[in-house]
């Protein structure tokens, strides 16, 4: 090979199939559905899934797949697997009285059909239902049109015969970042401030929303707002941290978001459910997230990548847990005592641009009554 040749695409020039395939990630969407109007497959991750494009359970094929699947349904318990149908007949709902059941089985409402598009349902001249099968990674395992659905479900029920698969997620853990007297200036500044009840960012709309819910989150946070502490923040970074975030990921960090001490505590069992960090609009120029904790004394309190797995990861105190934004991720509760942290998020000149579009979207928090 002529090591001076110019190098080949890395993808096909061809035109991309119509419908998604084996070891393709899902394509992403965002639908209608009972749980939220605008549901996103990126919620989504951990679990296996059924993804059914039944149509319309007028439709004798479907109304029988459809069967089968409930004949079935103690595969999906929410744990290890879930199921969702996608319906485009509003008298599915309104008047055959589909419905979520819980655990496991969930519906959305495409009624203009740009999901099934999406997925290679809608054909020329008509639909055709399709099942898929697709993994924890959100990745397509199989696909069977519906009158083969029990093939599909034979091998989700193999694989959920086998142990849990146990992947190592793409994450780098930096020691001694922070050292503890800089660490213990932290945790006295939340001490003398205490915290307030930290929300979450939701994309309502054209709009990026704090929000507020104690089943979501639970996590109260102190703003750092002492120019000495910032900028002592930010240079312990940039120093000690970035550097190792360029070796791994081949990237540089150029701007930071977000001063805080975060405090989980286990008296109200502080937690984090599953998540991502870029998906509304106020959030899309974040790059990597960054978990630094400021001690050690407690229990519980580690992160979670459920789409590897169930492997925890927990910095040491001073210590940071890198990882992309595009990853799903929690933080377990606590069960003792209580965790302190700063958590701020990295991103770079091209990111800068993106936050800077997107400005006018997001709602702060004073404006939502959170502050």
């Given at each position: 090979?002529?090591?001076?040749?110019?190098?080949?695409?890395?993808?096909?020039?061809?035109?991309?199939?119509?419908?998604?395939?084996?070891?393709?990630?899902?394509?992403?969407?965002?639908?209608?559905?009972?749980?939220?109007?605008?549901?996103?497959?990126?919620?989504?991750?951990?679990?296996?899934?059924?993804?059914?494009?039944?149509?319309?359970?007028?439709?004798?094929?479907?109304?029988?797949?459809?069967?089968?699947?409930?004949?079935?349904?103690?595969?999906?318990?929410?744990?290890?697997?879930?199921?969702?149908?996608?319906?485009?007949?509003?008298?599915?709902?309104?008047?055959?009285?589909?419905?979520?059941?819980?655990?496991?089985?969930?519906?959305?409402?495409?009624?203009?059909?740009?999901?099934?598009?999406?997925?290679?349902?809608?054909?020329?001249?008509?639909?055709?239902?399709?099942?898929?099968?697709?993994?924890?990674?959100?990745?397509?395992?199989?696909?069977?049109?519906?009158?083969?659905?029990?093939?599909?479900?034979?091998?989700?029920?193999?694989?959920?015969?086998?142990?849990?698969?146990?992947?190592?997620?793409?994450?780098?853990?930096?020691?001694?970042?922070?050292?503890?007297?800089?660490?213990?200036?932290?945790?006295?500044?939340?001490?003398?401030?205490?915290?307030?009840?930290?929300?979450?960012?939701?994309?309502?709309?054209?709009?990026?929303?704090?929000?507020?819910?104690?089943?979501?989150?639970?996590?109260?946070?102190?703003?750092?707002?002492?120019?000495?502490?910032?900028?002592?923040?930010?240079?312990?970074?940039?120093?000690?941290?970035?550097?190792?975030?360029?070796?791994?990921?081949?990237?540089?960090?150029?701007?930071?978001?977000?001063?805080?001490?975060?405090?989980?505590?286990?008296?109200?069992?502080?937690?984090?459910?599953?998540?991502?960090?870029?998906?509304?609009?106020?959030?899309?120029?974040?790059?990597?997230?960054?978990?630094?904790?400021?001690?050690?004394?407690?229990?519980?309190?580690?992160?979670?990548?459920?789409?590897?797995?169930?492997?925890?990861?927990?910095?040491?105190?001073?210590?940071?847990?890198?990882?992309?934004?595009?990853?799903?991720h929690e933080a377990t509760p606590v069960t003792r005592g209580v965790r302190y942290a700063t958590l701020p998020f990295l991103y770079d000149e091209a990111g800068a641009a993106i936050r800077q579009a997107n400005a006018g979207a997001v709602v702060r928090l004073e404006d939502a009554g959170l502050e």
């Open positions: 090979m002529d090591p001076n040749a110019p190098a080949e695409p890395a993808a096909p020039a061809a035109s991309p199939p119509s419908k998604p395939g084996f070891g393709e990630m899902a394509p992403p969407f965002t639908v209608a559905s009972d749980i939220n109007p605008e549901f996103m497959l990126r919620s989504l991750g951990g679990t296996w899934l059924v993804l059914m494009f039944f149509g319309s359970l007028g439709h004798e094929p479907s109304r029988l797949a459809h069967e089968r699947i409930l004949a079935r349904r103690a595969l999906f318990d929410d744990r290890r697997a879930q199921f969702f149908g996608v319906s485009v007949d509003p008298a599915d709902k309104a008047q055959r009285g589909v419905r979520n059941a819980l655990p496991g089985l969930r519906y959305f409402w495409d009624y203009d059909q740009a999901v099934s598009r999406l997925y290679g349902a809608v054909i020329p001249g008509g639909y055709a239902p399709t099942a898929f099968l697709i993994d924890a990674n959100l990745r397509i395992v199989a696909s069977e049109s519906i009158s083969r659905v029990d093939v599909l479900l034979d091998r989700l029920e193999a694989q959920l015969l086998q142990p849990a698969a146990e992947t190592p997620a793409p994450v780098l853990t930096v020691p001694r970042v922070l050292e503890p007297a800089f660490c213990r200036r932290l945790i006295d500044l939340y001490a003398a401030q205490g915290g307030r009840a930290s929300g979450f960012m939701l994309q309502v709309g054209d709009q990026t929303v704090a929000v507020l819910d104690d089943k979501v989150k639970k996590r109260r946070d102190v703003s750092i707002t002492d120019n000495d502490l910032i900028q002592g923040l930010r240079a312990r970074l940039h120093r000690r941290l970035i550097p190792m975030i360029e070796q791994a990921f081949m990237w540089r960090a150029t701007r930071i978001e977000r001063y805080i001490v975060a405090c989980y505590s286990a008296d109200d069992a502080g937690f984090f459910s599953r998540h991502r960090d870029n998906t509304t609009l106020g959030t899309a120029h974040r790059r990597f997230a960054v978990s630094i904790n400021l001690n050690d004394d407690f229990d519980g309190g580690d992160l979670r990548f459920p789409e590897f797995g169930m492997r925890t990861h927990r910095p040491p105190a001073g210590g940071a847990t890198v990882f992309s934004c595009s990853l799903l």
